[in-house]
């Protein structure tokens, strides 16, 4: 890969890519006024709260800050550190953001049809959600793979799509806006977050204690460029993506641990009390 055009430096354009930017504006748009005063037009619509909107519209950010800012520039150039940081966000962090933004009245008019319902119940499997995501992120990180990716614009730009729609597809069984699609019990579905992070361990752990820089793409960075040696570099990404992975998953087991608790307690206040008779009261009467 050549790092060839660092004198005169990149790009606005390559820098804060404004097509994707308006994009993602329109998309936020779209949002809005369906989430807002379209949403009558709507089957079974209700009411979004401000939260939930703004579950989304910080999807919609996070997603600009790894695909679209010089967060994507650097990482993609010269530091892979930053490459880890930026793939964490897209694929760890940005889908549960949209997914927990999404009311289920505004999804549910795209799945319908018994034959769309069959292929989404099926893409949707937990166990193959936990495979297609863990395999894609698997390979993407041998170097060899990583390597030619990054030397191909239209290849790593299929390999991203697939990557994405794995992530969303593997975070839907978590965070599933449409409960006749939510299949799993709270119970299930720890395990299930519990599952991905031990899957994604070997990968982090490959690049972190590497003795030697993996990727010939970044060794080709000029030294003067570099914030850290390569292989420093490359340790610290592994890091980065396994914190990030600890920290996000952490969350999720949390959240649906108290979604759990919460369900348990209302389901109790919500049971009849039992009338009380006290002993003997039945022959007094």
């Not at 990149?10 to 807002?36: D, M, N, Q």
């Not at 009311?103 to 499997?125: C, D, E, H, S, Y």
């Not at 570099?233 to 952490?250: F, T």
């Amino acid at each position: 890969m050549s790092h060839g055009g660092h004198e005169t430096g990149p790009t606005f354009a390559a820098l804060w890519s404004p097509g994707f930017l308006l994009l993602l504006i329109v998309v936020g748009v779209l949002y809005t006024l369906a989430v807002g005063r379209w949403r009558k037009d709507f089957a079974d619509s209700e009411p979004v709260e401000l939260k939930q909107k703004m579950w989304f519209w910080s999807g919609l950010a996070l997603w600009y800050a790894a695909e679209g800012s010089p967060l994507s520039y650097y990482g993609h150039h010269y530091y892979f550190s930053v490459h880890m940081f930026q793939q964490s966000i897209l694929y760890l962090v940005m889908p549960p953001c949209l997914l927990l933004g999404l009311p289920g009245w505004l999804l549910r008019p795209a799945l319908k049809g018994q034959m769309t319902k069959r292929i989404v119940r099926f893409l949707t499997n937990p166990l193959l959600s936990l495979f297609v995501f863990n395999f894609i992120f698997s390979m993407y990180h041998i170097p060899m793979i990583m390597d030619a990716l990054m030397a191909n614009a239209a290849a790593l730009f299929i390999y991203k799509i697939f990557f994405l729609l794995a992530a969303f597809q593997m975070w839907f069984p978590v965070f599933c806006p449409l409960p006749e699609y939510n299949t799993l019990s709270e119970l299930k579905r720890m395990a299930y977050i519990f599952v991905n992070g031990i899957l994604l361990t070997p990968a982090c752990a490959l690049i972190i204690f590497a003795n030697d820089p993996m990727y010939a793409m970044y060794s080709a960075v000029p030294e003067q460029l570099l914030l850290l040696p390569m292989l420093d570099d490359q340790q610290l990404g592994g890091v980065i993506m396994k914190i990030v992975q600890e920290i996000v998953y952490g969350m999720a087991l949390g959240y649906t641990f108290f979604r759990w608790y919460r369900r348990e307690r209302k389901q109790e206040d919500e049971l009849p009390d039992e009338p009380y008779f006290p002993a003997g009261s039945a022959n007094r009467a």
